[in-house]
């Protein structure tokens, strides 16, 4: 069964970088897109981007001169970087997988990494 | 972006009982490829979202026949056809035709 296993730094100064990490256990790659969300507290999910099995990325708007989504097929890992955070980007953030072949329908998900910006 | 809003946003329920939530895109969500890009998730509480619904009306795998998403263009819903105690949370639906994919503000289901 398909698991994937997020981690990251929960507590974050202003201006300093986000970097979480997605390992997709007992899965491949290959077929499918993987995607990061946040969810800041109390309010729906916000789609932040991202990336197919070979490498290319697209990303909302709200955060695309500060976000970058990569991936390392050789370790199943994906990554999302987020520079120059502020409070507005404090949110619980979730990577997630799409169904084969489909951009949506996000059928796996991690169990969450809370990203707290505080001075 | 595709504006999606949903209603009610909070909906009180009774255990056995049907219950219906009404979900809306600003545009239509209709592919020419004759897909239909809209999502349903629950979130139940302290956990991640799962996916219930894609295609506007596919189950996802293990989901209950109790669900059932119908809709099309703009206008969507979802139906559990008979409320049990697991099905409390909050739904969502997002829409995929266009990047970036946008969510509903969720419906808060409880008994």
């Known amino acids: 069964q398909v698991q994937l296993q997020q981690w990251g730094a929960g507590l974050l100064r202003p201006s300093e970088t986000l970097s979480l990490t997605c390992e997709v256990y007992s899965g491949s790659f290959s077929g499918y897109y993987w995607s990061w969300i946040r969810q800041p507290p109390g309010k729906g999910p916000e789609w932040i981007g991202e990336i197919s099995h070979s490498g290319s990325a697209n990303y909302n708007p709200s955060v695309d001169s500060r976000v970058a989504i990569s991936i390392d097929t050789s370790n199943n890992l994906f990554f999302l970087s987020l520079s120059s955070v502020t409070a507005a980007d404090s949110a619980v953030y979730f990577c997630?997988?799409?169904?084969?072949?489909?951009?949506?329908?996000?059928?796996?998900w991690g169990q969450g990494t809370l990203v707290t910006v505080s001075s | 972006d595709i504006v999606m809003t949903q209603s009610p946003l909070s909906l009180p329920v009774t255990p056995g009982e049907p219950a219906s939530i009404s979900c809306r895109s600003s545009?239509?969500?209709?592919?020419?490829?004759?897909?239909?890009?809209l999502d349903w998730y629950l979130q139940k509480p302290g956990q991640s979202p799962q996916l219930l619904i894609y295609w506007g009306f596919n189950r996802a795998s293990g989901v209950p026949d109790r669900f059932s998403g119908s809709g099309s263009g703009t206008d969507f819903t979802l139906k559990i056809s008979r409320v049990e105690a697991d099905d409390v949370g909050v739904y969502y639906c997002m829409q995929a035709r266009q990047t970036p994919f946008t969510f509903g503000p969720g419906t808060k289901v409880d008994f």
């Open positions: 545009q239509s969500l209709l592919h020419s490829n004759g897909y239909t890009y």
């Open positions: 997630a997988r799409g169904k084969f072949n489909m951009r949506h329908a996000f059928d796996i």
